[in-house]
């Protein structure tokens, strides 16, 4: 089956192209971009007012399959990807059991060859059990299709076993992605800590818990050369270390989460368990950097942190929920109402940071539209008026600070591997 994309405004920054012309699509790869093209018996995709882009990638999603499938599965969470305008997402080792030996990884490849509705890479956990101690068995993870390694959400403490994982990372060729978190700074606390923390009586997790762990690993990555992304970078300290870093030449890449980039601590709801995450909503300046980051590009990607929580977990008081938010579907209206609308950054560098970003980190091939590469394609709309409904979401879970917001411009439609799956009613 063929698909016709006529029309729209083709944006490939891979390729540096931005003109209104047509896309083909068939056999599941990009065939063709050219203006006036005929293809009999295709089906046709009217895109006359929208923007079509190579598949856009969310490089840091949890699935919670295996272990925790009352809150998502690789079925469920692939969908919501999908609704939310992404071909590709990477998934988090931090499932029961942890993804940490090639059996788990071959389980969740295979689990998402036959029920996902995107392509699923997963990540693959730094050590056995996320505990720290032990190197998992990485490079049979990677031979059973790990993309990166990882113990998002349980922060390597030890600095000798993280300078270990990094040398093996190098050797295999996988990125290090660590979640920058000093777990003795952060012990305790619930959000940022700041004066909204003190006006409540909350505990708080200071910014000083993440720089100390970037500066770390900035330490790290130069002795050993490994390829170190730094996860949902949120302070202005990380963000300008990571700057300083990439300028000394370091392979150091790091990614923003739409809701560290939008929202500050200033602008959560007192006690309302989704706007707790970790890292926590921080103060305004350092949401400001965070968006300074991403225009002057030392930020080279957005991801979501797609956390998904039952309602029975998250519906606790606020010291007792667990950290988190699904953010799949809400991502792409994030990024243009917070980054492109207000003229922070080009449409074009936010296609950027879906796609080539973090298609560099990982090496998967994609986000691009040149001939021959693979069929994924997202198509969205820039001025399109919706409003997020919660209740109507494709994740099992409805943690999301942004239910009832109306946006202005987001995904249209997803086109995997050849083949639509997702279009908005
Ligand atoms: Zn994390």
Request: glycine content about 10%.
């Amino acid at each position: 089956m063929a698909i016709l994309i006529q029309n729209g405004r083709v944006m490939d920054p891979a390729s540096q192209t931005d003109r209104i012309t047509d896309v083909l699509v068939t056999g599941g790869k990009i065939a063709a971009v050219a203006p006036g093209l005929f293809a009999p018996g295709a089906e046709v995709f009217d895109a006359s007012g929208l923007v079509v882009a190579p598949g856009f990638i969310d490089m840091h999603v949890h699935l919670r399959e295996p272990g925790f499938e009352h809150a998502e599965t690789i079925e469920s969470g692939s969908r919501a990807a999908a609704a939310g305008g992404f071909t590709s997402i990477c998934c988090m080792p931090n499932t029961n059991p942890v993804n940490d030996s090639p059996t788990v990884t071959s389980y969740i490849v295979e689990r998402a060859r036959r029920l996902a509705a995107v392509n699923v890479f997963p990540i693959g956990a730094i050590t056995k059990g996320s505990q720290g101690e032990e190197l998992a068995a990485i490079g049979a993870m990677k031979a059973a299709g790990a993309v990166a390694i990882s113990d998002d959400g349980r922060p390597v403490m030890n600095s000798r076993v993280m300078r270990r994982a990094m040398e093996f990372a190098r050797s295999y060729g996988l990125p290090v992605i660590d979640h920058c978190e000093d777990l003795n700074l952060s012990a305790g606390g619930d959000m940022h800590e700041g004066l909204p923390s003190v006006r409540w009586g909350l505990h708080g997790i200071p910014s000083a818990s993440e720089d100390v762990m970037v500066a770390r690993d900035l330490v790290l990555a130069q002795l050993t050369g490994a390829r170190f992304h730094v996860a949902h970078i949120s302070t202005r300290n990380a963000v300008a270390m990571v700057a300083f870093a990439r300028r000394e030449g370091l392979t150091v890449t790091c990614e923003a989460t739409p809701h560290h980039f939008a929202l500050s601590d200033a602008q959560m709801l007192p006690y309302d368990s989704n706007y707790k995450m970790k890292p926590p909503l921080r103060s305004a300046c350092d949401c400001a950097a965070v968006v300074e980051g991403i225009a002057a590009g030392t930020i080279s990607a957005i991801a979501t942190d797609h956390a998904p929580h039952a309602g029975s977990e998250k519906m606790q008081e606020f010291e007792r929920c667990p950290f988190g938010i699904i953010g799949l579907e809400t991502a792409v209206a994030l990024a243009l109402e917070t980054l492109v609308h207000p003229g922070k950054i080009s449409l074009n560098h936010m296609i950027e940071l879906f796609t080539t970003g973090p298609d560099s980190v990982l090496r998967l091939g994609r986000g691009t539209l040149a001939p021959g590469a693979p069929g994924d394609v997202t198509i969205l709309s820039t001025d399109l008026v919706w409003t997020y409904d919660v209740n109507r979401s494709l994740s099992r879970s409805s943690n999301s600070p942004f239910h009832g917001r109306t946006f202005r411009g987001g995904p249209v439609a997803t086109i995997v591997n050849g083949q639509f799956t997702w279009r908005r009613a």
